[in-house]
């Protein structure tokens, strides 16, 4: 049975915009364009999810949260044009699950549902999409997404990128990473997965000098953000 995702916001195009793109996806969807009517809505609809607007005029998305919280675990993911820490340190608090910066590229919207979905069922820790912050990374398609664009990449580099950021950061050696990543172990000169990691940081870094997602731990090989 398809899980229902109930969407809040007062603008009725972006409704309509991932209402369309969700049942695409095989969600069941309802819609709310005030907070009243969200309440409401997940009291007769019982939705697994909730995707909460933060601008709201009258009710805004936190009041809609914290009412929320005082009787329901559901899964919500608070959306906003607020982009400072401390805006998204708030949504965390009063009990959002996940957060989004607007503008978003609805696949990654669609990976923090999962996401949230996964945990609220209990699902193993091993994803089937890990989102890093913008990068998407999908195990069972084996693509790479920036920003809602999505990175070409070799099997290699796939392999490595997904053993680095399953598990953020923990360091492994040039030879755990030949062992994990590449199904080899001293077939190869462990030095070959600095080359790996060369053309993969040309891929997702904004600045191969200054890394975000990939660093050197000098004398020990490479971590994941962390």
């Not at 329901?72 to 820490?85: F, L």
């Not at 598990?167 to 600095?194: F, M, W």
């Amino acid at each position: 049975m398809a899980e229902t995702i109930l969407l809040v916001d007062d603008e009725e195009k972006v409704l309509e915009f991932m209402s369309a793109f969700l049942k695409n996806e095989g969600f069941q969807v309802v819609a709310a364009q005030t907070g009243m009517d969200a309440l409401v809505k997940v009291e007769t609809m019982n939705p697994a999810l909730v995707v909460l607007d933060w601008m709201m005029p009258n009710m805004n998305g936190l009041d809609v949260c914290r009412e929320l919280r005082k009787k329901s675990r559901i899964g919500i993911i608070m959306v906003t044009a607020k982009s400072d820490e401390l805006d998204k340190i708030i949504g965390l608090e009063v009990g959002a699950d996940d957060y989004l910066t607007k503008p978003f590229s609805l696949r990654e919207l669609l990976a923090r549902i999962r996401s949230v979905l996964r945990r609220l069922q209990g699902s193993p820790a091993a994803d089937e999409e890990l989102v890093r912050d913008d990068l998407i990374i999908s195990s069972s398609q084996c693509r790479v997404w920036k920003q809602g664009v999505e990175v070409g990449m070799t099997p290699t580099e796939f392999k490595l990128l997904y053993t680095l950021a399953v598990k953020p950061g923990i360091v492994y050696s040039r030879l755990q990473l030949l062992k994990a990543a590449l199904d080899d172990d001293l077939l190869n000169v462990e030095r070959t997965v600095d080359a790996h990691i060369s053309r993969l940081r040309k891929k997702i870094e904004d600045d191969i000098s200054n890394p975000k997602y990939i660093h050197t731990v000098y004398g020990f090989g490479y971590r994941f953000g962390g």
